[in-house]
């Protein structure tokens, strides 16, 4: 439990950072750790304390096997979504650098033509 | 048949590839003809695959509640229809609109990724594929918001970016919370475990719908999560203006809420609360705002916002009229929200302006384009006999049947409000004074003529023959929203 409020307290850090700070590298880093956040999530619900790989070999009895292996579902799922987290992160960081050379600043509050 | 259903993501991901690599010997005409014929292929399988009930597609041979399945139900083809038509027109519109950019690669190549991403989302029956699809339609929509890399196009495009990115992470952890109760992230089989161990009151069920009332709702733009919306419809090329506001906004947003909260979660009445409520401010708030405009893109952008609420409201109302109502509007909000976004973009290429103060009097010069949106204003501003008004309509009057009376007002309030600045609109570009930097305005070329002008005859036919609409394409998929078994039964094979 104590796991999944730590867990929580990282995702309330990246939605701090990214509501609160003005820089655009400080948002950016916020929406990193959000999502590293939630793959820490994903892969604490298939963790198990001293359990083995979920790879079946022949000398394994299947009744240990389900009780100690961990579930290998929530890995295949933050591979992929690792995997977007990079290509969005890539994509905000080429924005934040064409931010810069059309504004001439990191500052969000000085980047405000539009209106509301 | 079902073998068809991977084509919808495939075709449109192998064209971008292809594209990106033999648009580097053939930067001009390769591309364009190229996602022409994409789309158009992806129309044709449509056509094949349409009313021909319920389809299974199990990618790799796995059986559903282990391997990703795709569905193609009703709603699903309701919901292709809409997306692969837009991004047809949209297509032949982008043939000349794009010139000026002077860089086709790039531009279809994201483009035909939104398209794949919008498609597979619409067809997947896996949470987690949701969101996978859900996260290429958008990343290529951020880069498209901001692909003429001026200033104010790429501020729009990081603060969409930013909030997109928000969006994602919420739904990906509620997708989280899903699992962690039900240990699947299959549709049907999350509901099915839902359904029989009666987890209606689970805690942290609970706390994914939040979730996903926040995730989902960022990516439809509804307030109070509307932020992005305005500055990203407006400073978007205008194809892509359209490809956000006609069918995006409801894919990734109105369309995902549907599917998780009626065929998934289940709805309950705080979540029915939740919908009308954000859909009454959407609706006020879009409404007001677009009264303030004097930008015309940002004043449809804030008219989506409003016209977005209203299929929340009838969602939200959840009676099978009220989701016929939700339905029907969604269509129609896709045909003379594209119909007008279209049209802004041809007067801001021939104008050099799109601020209504600047402009007036456009009608002697350019009377295709002004007939075109005439009737795309009347439309949107629910004027009989055009689709905007029977969709309205059939709304409130599920209001008024399901009890809510206060809401049946506001909703005739707000068809009012809409109705005047939409009024505003044509006075001041239209009708009225020609304005002096109108001088050598001629009509646009065919090419961006064309899908104005079957937009219109569509928002003219559907308002006549709307009851054919409503008992042929509206009624199967309103049928497949409200009865979750039947989806559950029809994709675990039960």
Request: glycine letters at 8%.
């Amino acid at each position: 439990m104590t796991l999944y409020f730590l867990n929580f307290v990282l995702l309330i850090i990246g939605l701090y950072a990214l509501v609160v700070k003005r820089h655009i590298v400080k948002k950016i880093l916020g929406v990193a750790i959000m999502e590293y956040a939630v793959n820490l999530f994903l892969i604490l619900l298939g963790f198990r304390k001293s359990g083995i790989a979920p790879i079946l070999t022949e000398d394994m009895d299947l009744r240990t096997f389900i009780h100690t292996a961990v579930d290998p579902l929530p890995q295949a799922l933050v591979l992929t979504s690792i995997v977007i987290g990079l290509g969005t992160l890539a994509l905000m960081v080429a924005m934040a650098i064409r931010l810069y050379e059309r504004y001439g600043t990191f500052d969000m509050d000085e980047i405000k033509r539009l209106r509301g | 048949m079902s073998y068809l259903l991977p084509l919808f993501t495939a075709i449109p991901i192998f064209s971008a590839i292809l594209i990106l690599i033999i648009g580097k010997f053939d930067k001009k005409n390769f591309p364009r003809i190229w996602s022409l014929l994409t789309s158009l292929s992806l129309l044709f399988i449509l056509a094949v695959i349409w009313d021909k009930g319920t389809m299974i597609h199990e990618m790799g041979g796995w059986k559903p509640p282990f391997g990703v399945v795709l569905v193609k139900d009703n709603l699903s083809q309701f919901m292709l229809l809409i997306v692969n038509v837009v991004a047809f027109l949209t297509i032949i519109y982008s043939y000349v609109y794009m010139i000026k950019f002077e860089d086709y690669l790039r531009f279809f190549t994201l483009f035909l990724f939104m398209l794949a991403g919008m498609n597979g989302v619409v067809l997947t029956g896996d949470l987690f594929n949701l969101f996978v699809f859900l996260e290429i339609a958008s990343i290529a929509s951020y880069a498209l918001v901001g692909y003429g890399v001026d200033a104010e196009e790429l501020e729009a495009s990081f603060k969409y970016l930013i909030l997109g990115a928000l969006a994602s992470v919420f739904i990906l952890f509620g997708i989280g919370m899903i699992y962690s109760v039900t240990g699947s992230v299959n549709m049907a089989d999350v509901a099915r475990f839902i359904i029989v161990n009666n987890l209606s009151k689970n805690n942290a069920l609970l706390m994914a719908t939040g979730l996903f009332i926040v995730g989902f709702g960022l990516k439809a733009g509804l307030v109070p999560f509307h932020a992005w919306l305005p500055d990203a419809h407006s400073s978007a090329p205008a194809p892509i203006s359209v490809m956000l506001s006609g069918v995006l906004i409801k894919v990734l947003g109105i369309y995902a809420l549907i599917r998780v909260f009626y065929s998934v979660i289940g709805i309950t009445p705080v979540v029915s609360n939740v919908f009308i409520t954000m859909g009454v401010i959407s609706m006020l708030v879009g409404a007001f705002m677009g009264f303030g405009q004097d930008d015309m893109k940002r004043m449809f952008a804030f008219s989506s916002i409003s016209q977005m609420g209203y299929i929340a409201v009838g969602i939200g109302i959840g009676t099978p009229l009220a989701i016929i109502g939700a339905l029907f509007h969604l269509l129609n909000h896709a045909g003379f929200k594209s119909l007008l976004f279209f049209s802004s973009g041809v007067i801001q290429n021939s104008t050099g302006t799109r601020n209504l103060s600047e402009l007036g009097g456009l009608r002697e010069k350019m009377p295709v384009t002004s007939a075109a949106s005439v009737i795309g204003s009347l439309s949107i501003a629910g004027v009989p006999p055009f689709n905007g008004f029977w969709s309205k309509l059939i709304i409130i009057l599920a209001a008024f049947s399901a009890g809510y009376f206060w809401l049946g007002g506001i909703l005739v309030l707000t068809a009012f409000l809409t109705l005047s600045y939409y009024l505003r609109f044509q006075k001041n570009v239209i009708f009225g004074e020609p304005a002096s930097i109108i001088k050598n305005v001629r009509e646009a070329p065919f090419m961006m003529i064309l899908p104005m002008v079957v937009l219109a005859v569509f928002c003219l036919l559907a308002g006549i023959f709307n009851s054919w609409i409503i008992n042929n394409i509206i009624i199967p998929a309103q049928s497949i929203i409200t009865n979750q078994l039947v989806y559950i039964s029809s994709v675990l094979g039960m």
